[in-house]
């Protein structure tokens, strides 16, 4: 018989842990620069991972590949299952559901986050010393702010709880009491991303990261 | 007096039925007599001897599946109250009112309430649910199984393939071929076993194939709903750990 639903899912699970769950604890360090360095560290980050050798496959094999893999078949299996917490509205089976739910908001979310800043950038509207002050301009709008809460929350979420499904996927969690100490330890970690992940958004919404204050600041560079 | 009152009590009841495999569902009332100790199934039995719905019309009696009463042959397994089970478990008295009957519609749907489970005992069999002993001469006792693996083996074996953990389970419908939480509890259970472990790559290639093990989402509905309290939920995790290590060998020995 045919095994390319074992494989592909396997491999979808693995992805989602190395490498994209490694780099949204990376995006989520070097974001928190913005609020507790200030401008000159979120820029001193920006610099640092953009000198990174190979730095085009980095991106490639590490971030878009593995990204568009997990999210394109992450929206199959959210389509294949029936949810029903209805009638059994237990904590796992919620967790369920919601795991298919964040799927779904962080794959528009990121969607619509790479337009905003990645793709401005391959397209030169946006360099990388801008990307402080663009992210500025789009999280001082109160509509996006809130898009934006919401979206690091889902995928916060997502890949802890997707941390726990890991676990037991690849039977490294194997009794009750494995998996309700992991659930205990990735729910930690959910809590400590979104509060850093939040951090973040109000570290890019203080008054150094606007255009003004960006120009005030190269003046008095130039002057100084 | 108190002959009267008990007389008047009754039972009610919204039985989802369906009259051929492809027919509409659809609902029809019914009150039964309350008599004491009644449990679902007494209640049908009710509904056969004088098949009258709640307008007091003449109706099909329900049909429904049952046979060993207690609980160990998995025949009568239907959603009652919105959660599959026996149904000659479910006593009255312990249900709330109307008890609402529905067939686990996870199965293809023969009538009323009765299902065809044919896939559970279809999946029994490709995951070879059981210890080859045959040879062509006689190849004495096998070796023994220790007493503290017994136990928890044991515990495994009490599955009656009912289908109500696949009823239970969301990643079980029409748009996947998931073989559902039982049958992978069975893999656990036979490779566990001193004989039947000879075969367990047998078995576990099975839960390999397509439909296979990979279809579990974790949503650990299983082990909620299992009337016998199998632990589906560390049967699926181990499973998982073995076809894992199974799909590494295969890659390390092409």
């Known amino acids: ?224 | 007096m108190a002959n009267t009152m008990t007389a008047a009590k009754t039972v009610k009841f919204v039985v989802t039925r369906q009259e051929a495999p492809d027919a509409k569902p659809y609902t029809e009332e019914f009150e039964v007599p309350y008599r004491p100790n009644m449990n679902v199934i007494s209640a049908l039995m009710e509904i056969q001897r004088n098949p009258i719905n709640a307008t007091g019309k003449q109706t099909a009696p329900v049909c429904w599946e049952s046979n060993c009463l207690e609980e160990v042959c998995g025949a009568c397994s239907m959603v009652i109250n919105g959660k599959p089970r026996q149904a000659c478990s479910a006593l009255i008295d312990q249900l709330e009112q109307p008890i609402r009957l529905e067939p686990m519609k996870t199965f293809p749907i023969v009538r009323d309430l009765v299902i065809d489970r044919q896939r559970m005992f279809d999946s029994l069999k490709r995951v070879k649910a059981w210890i080859p002993i045959d040879g062509t001469y006689d190849l004495g006792p096998g070796p023994r199984m220790a007493e503290t693996k017994r136990q928890w083996a044991y515990e495994l074996s009490k599955c009656m393939t009912c289908g109500v953990c696949l009823e239970a389970c969301p990643n079980v419908n029409d748009k996947t071929s998931f073989i559902g939480p039982a049958p992978i509890s069975q893999v656990r259970l036979f490779n566990a076993h001193p004989t039947g472990e000879m075969n367990k790559e047998e078995r576990l290639e099975a839960l390999l194939d397509d439909g296979g093990i990979e279809g579990c989402g974790n949503s650990q509905n299983c082990v909620r709903s299992c009337p016998k309290g199998i632990p589906l939920t560390t049967s699926i995790a181990e499973m998982n750990k073995d076809t894992t290590k199974l799909m590494f060998k295969h890659w390390f020995k092409m």
């Open chain 1, 1 to 224: 018989m045919k095994r390319g639903y074992f494989y592909s899912r396997k491999l979808h699970s693995l992805l989602g842990i190395i490498p994209l769950g490694f780099f949204i604890l990376e995006h989520m360090i070097t974001n928190y620069a913005a609020y507790d360095g200030g401008k000159a560290a979120f820029q001193d980050s920006v610099k640092f991972l953009n000198e990174l050798p190979l730095i085009f496959f980095l991106e490639l094999f590490g971030i878009w590949l593995p990204l568009l893999y997990h999210g394109v078949y992450g929206l199959y299996i959210a389509y294949t299952s029936r949810n029903n917490v209805g009638n059994y509205n237990y904590g796992r089976n919620i967790a369920f559901m919601m795991q298919r739910i964040t799927g779904v908001i962080t794959f528009i979310f990121v969607t619509w986050h790479l337009y905003q800043t990645r793709f401005q950038i391959a397209i030169g509207e946006v360099s990388h010393e801008e990307l402080g002050t663009h992210m500025n301009d789009i999280v001082t709008q109160p509509l996006m702010f809130v898009v934006y809460i919401i979206g690091v929350l889902a995928a916060s979420y997502h890949f802890t709880n997707g941390l726990w499904a890991f676990l037991v996927s690849w039977g490294i969690t194997v009794g009750p009491r494995a998996q309700k100490v992991s659930s205990m330890i990735c729910t930690g970690l959910f809590v400590l991303m979104s509060v850093l992940f939040i951090l973040s958004l109000i570290g890019f919404r203080s008054q150094e990261f606007e255009a003004a204050a960006a120009a005030v600041q190269q003046v008095q560079s130039v002057i100084g």
